[in-house]
């Protein structure tokens, strides 16, 4: 017998969570009555996150998948709706949850072009063979973007540039920069 009950968010089990999820954004608030998410993209590009037809959502290491129905591109986020969500209470029960997408299924980035997600835990060393601390995060500042390493309770941040930024190498962890201690 047919049911014309609506159907549940497209989710997956928590042990068919992808291991590899880098987060991508996060859900704002909602908009209007049918559901409707604002999703702020934490990307060069935020319509590059469109190119993924599942998102993963969660909070907490709790995830969801839900496929994303339609999206409109707006000046500082993205207004999403997502199957199964179908109402503000809903959307509502979202906000300040994270967005993620498998880094399997991202492109590769190009030479001298990093991802931030493989970057953060890498050990900053400058040149003089000084440990500086460990990725923490990086945020942009429109200039330029800046790497938070943390070394203890000391936090430095270093503009990731050319001249600061010598070498990164992915495969031993390691950022070199030519920055010193005191700075």
């Known amino acids: 017998m047919a049911s014309n009950k609506p159907t549940a968010p ?13 987060s991508m954004g996060y859900i704002s608030g909602a908009f209007g009555i049918r559901g409707g998410i604002n999703v702020v993209a934490d990307t060069e590009h935020p319509d ?20 994303l129905v339609e999206a409109a591109v707006q000046p500082k986020k993205l207004s999403v709706t997502l199957a ?8 509502f029960a979202l906000k300040g949850c994270q967005v993620a997408v498998p880094r399997s299924l991202m492109p590769q980035a190009g030479a ?14 400058n040149v003089q063979g000084e ?10 500042t429109g200039a330029n973007d800046v790497i938070v390493a943390k ?5 430095r941040l ?26």
């Open 10 to 22: 497209q989710t997956q089990s928590v042990a068919t969570v992808p291991e590899d999820l880098v």
């Open 48 to 67: 590059s996150l469109l190119d993924y037809k599942t998102w993963w959502i969660g909070r907490d290491g709790q995830w969801r998948a839900y496929t």
């Open 84 to 91: 199964g969500v179908d109402d503000r209470d809903k959307a």
């Open 112 to 125: 001298d072009e990093y991802y931030w997600a493989d970057l953060v835990g890498l050990a900053v060393v």
């Open 131 to 140: 440990h500086l601390g460990v990725v923490e995060k990086l945020f942009e």
């Open 151 to 155: 070394d203890g309770d000391v936090e």
């Open 158 to 183: 270093l503009p990731f540039v050319g001249h600061v930024v010598l070498k990164v190498d992915l495969a031993a962890r390691i950022i070199t920069v030519d920055w010193g201690l005191d700075y």
